[in-house]
């Protein structure tokens, strides 16, 4: 399995400057092949601004790590669409596009990564990216192993297959701020209450049954996506790169527990179990087997 | 009139007998589905076969008014061909469009039927106007339907910035997440409006009184709990109450549909080609009523232009039909922001 390469997704939560470069720090030097950088929920949020992230992936680029840039998933203003051309227009680093909008200011011109959002259900649709310059596509989340199977037996030798293995699933995207209204706050005065909750914010069902994470405009699964007991069947569909996506404990740890079971130092069983523990939730994989997302399918 | 100053009235129809209540009462266009995954309104019961469509086209037609058809949904690669399938269907039986997300479907509509219509679906996502160009010059697309989540100076930026008709929702049901890039359905139920076109099935919905109310879960999901002489509403993910904190609440938004008539000036104004009514799933006679509300303060709006305002008749007429909801301008006014 020695064949995959681990990357550190987008951090989806909004922590303060500081511990947000302390954590790329370790994450630099971290068994890693590939970190995205970059805000992809709100263009409010600014402890680190668009410059701020573009020096971070300058500082992380010397650590021989590959260094892409993530797009914000939901683009409503002209000044959303500015801060995407920007970047799309950055000259050095690959792109993550997270909106058609920053496919067609990349198109025909840099290669790029599509990204999860974009919705890609089909080979068909796969390999139209895949002419315009997509290099890599990050598989949505709620797509089984049956039907990624169909994608991966016809895509294009040069397509590099992304799966998210680790992580709450972002699950939804609105225009409105869940985060700003359970404070009773207007989105455009949130006081940035998000910066309070480093693993999102949780909510319950009303029988206590711990459900889904409010993340400003995105919720989340609570319960957190483990695939690696999964390995020797990803490998066998010929995935690329495994995307780790950063929760507010053990991320780096998780990361170095796929990585041993890559290098066949950890048994499945044991990595899944560690897994596990180092999970703020529940886990679940029911996606990958064709059920509901939430469901945990037993090996 | 100049043709700028024309705004479309588009109605849903889960069936023959809706489809002809909205022609009859003035709807410019009318969209609908096949019976399959292949739209995002996949219920039991509902939706056209190729006869109806057929008698469908053939009333529209009679009276002036155009039919679209919603193959809005995701196609997987195993399925792959029914929806092009569907594509060719909608096109040998004459229809005047077809709403769609996927970019390679809209390709293969472009390639095999090259005079056919093409609207982009709100279910593509598409919030600025970089998105519906891009749509525009690979696949010829004509029209986007907006996500019912941008503010109307928004919408204003997005028709000044692209040739593609922009097409907006003005009323029923809302969408708190942007469609098309919602899970939660899938989430808590593996049924999923991107490919099975479905949110919160019913077959997925089980009402259960208990000793602390009226209890309905999706699958195994609380969604809400209604004391008695509470309104028991239906159980939308998005539309539940939640425990967050300790505060039990509407977590995403309160329950409300979208009535967006008092707009129509500044929807016009904005130049907005086309207002869309959504409820395929809704009763012929809800159709009737509306599309009889919508097509006269539209004609109204087009002759009292800024001035207009909509008549209290319209507004409580409209009021009755949402089952008790209040009503809400939703993004388009955005009291949250």
Redesign the interface.
């Given at each position: 399995m020695s064949s995959f390469q681990l990357a550190l997704g987008p951090l989806a939560y909004y922590w303060p400057r500081a511990r947000t470069l302390a954590f790329y720090e370790s994450a630099a030097q971290a068994p890693l092949d590939v970190i995205y950088v970059g805000e992809t929920i709100c263009s409010r949020r600014h402890e680190l601004r668009a410059n701020d992230w573009l020096a971070l992936a300058d500082d992380l680029a010397s650590s021989g790590k590959q260094i892409v840039l993530s797009s914000q998933v939901l683009l409503e203003s002209e000044p959303d669409v500015k801060a995407m051309r920007r970047l799309a227009e950055n000259g050095r680093f690959l792109v993550e596009a997270n909106d058609m909008g920053a496919v067609r200011l990349m198109q025909h011109r840099v290669p790029f990564v599509a990204g999860a959002s974009l919705n890609l259900f089909n080979e068909q649709s796969l390999s139209l990216l895949g002419q315009l310059g997509a290099v890599r596509w990050v598989v949505p989340a709620e797509m089984s192993a049956e039907d990624l199977a169909a994608v991966q037996a016809a895509r294009a030798a040069n397509m590099q297959t992304e799966l998210l293995v680790y992580g709450r699933l972002p699950l939804a995207y609105s225009a409105r701020c869940f985060t700003a209204r359970h404070f009773k706050l207007q989105k455009d005065a949130c006081e940035f209450r998000c910066i309070e909750f480093d693993d999102g914010l949780r909510l319950r069902t009303r029988d206590g049954d711990a459900f889904l994470v409010l993340n400003g405009i995105q919720t989340l699964s609570d319960r957190v996506l483990n695939l690696v007991a999964e390995l020797p069947a990803l490998s066998e569909l010929g995935i690329d790169v495994l995307r780790i996506s950063p929760q507010a404990n053990g991320t780096l740890r998780v990361v170095q527990l796929f990585r041993d079971v890559i290098d066949g130092t950890l048994a499945l069983g044991q990595a899944a179990e560690a897994v596990g523990e180092l999970a703020p939730g529940e886990t679940c994989n029911g996606f990958w087997h064709g059920q509901s997302g939430m469901a945990q399918v037993l090996a | 009139m100049s043709e700028s100053k024309q705004i479309e009235l588009v109605c849903p129809a889960g069936g023959l007998p809706a489809l002809r209540s909205a022609v009859d009462h003035g709807a410019d266009c009318v969209y609908v589905g096949f019976r399959d995954e292949t739209n995002a309104r996949n219920f039991a019961g509902l939706n056209f076969d190729d006869a109806g469509l057929t008698e469908g086209i053939r009333y529209a037609h009679r009276a002036g008014a155009r039919v679209f058809v919603a193959l809005n949904t995701?196609?997987?690669?195993?399925n792959?061909a029914r929806w092009t399938r569907a594509v060719d269907r909608a096109a040998d039986l004459g229809v005047d469009a077809v709403i769609m997300?996927?970019?390679?479907?809209m390709?293969?509509a472009r390639r095999t039927h090259p005079r056919l219509r093409i609207h982009l679906s709100v279910q593509?996502?598409?919030?600025?106007?970089?998105?519906i160009?891009?749509?525009h010059?690979?696949f010829g697309i004509q029209r986007a339907v907006l996500p019912r989540?941008?503010?109307l100076p928004?919408i204003r930026?997005v028709v000044a910035n692209t040739p593609v008709q922009i097409e907006v929702f003005g009323f029923g049901g809302l969408c708190?997440?942007?469609e098309?890039?919602?899970?939660?359905s899938?989430?808590?139920?593996?049924v999923?409006p991107?490919?099975d076109g479905a949110c919160s099935p019913a077959k997925a919905v089980r009402w259960e009184q208990t000793p602390r109310g009226m209890e309905v879960r999706l699958?195994t999901?609380?969604?809400?709990?209604f004391d008695t002489g509470e309104r028991a509403g239906y159980p939308t993910l998005?539309k539940g109450?939640?425990?967050?904190?300790g505060?039990?609440y509407y977590?995403?938004?309160d329950p409300a549909s979208l009535n967006a008539l008092e707009l129509l000036p500044e929807l016009l104004q904005a130049g907005v080609r086309a207002v869309k009514i959504e409820g395929r799933q809704r009763s012929p006679a809800y159709v009737a009523e509306v599309t009889r509300v919508w097509r006269k303060a539209i004609d109204a709006c087009l002759s009292d232009g800024a001035s207009f305002r909509p008549a209290a008749a319209s507004m409580s007429a409209l009021a009755q039909l949402s089952e008790g909801q209040t009503h809400t301008l939703g993004?388009y006014d955005?009291p949250?922001?």
């Open positions: - | 995701y196609p997987q690669s195993a792959w997300a996927d970019p390679a479907l390709a293969y593509g996502s598409a919030t600025n106007h970089e998105a160009n891009f749509y010059e690979h989540v941008l503010a928004q930026h708190v997440m942007v098309g890039r919602c899970a939660l899938a989430y808590a139920t593996g999923s991107n490919c699958n999901v609380l969604v809400d709990r998005c109450r939640y425990d967050v904190d505060h039990t977590a995403f938004e993004a955005r949250w922001k």
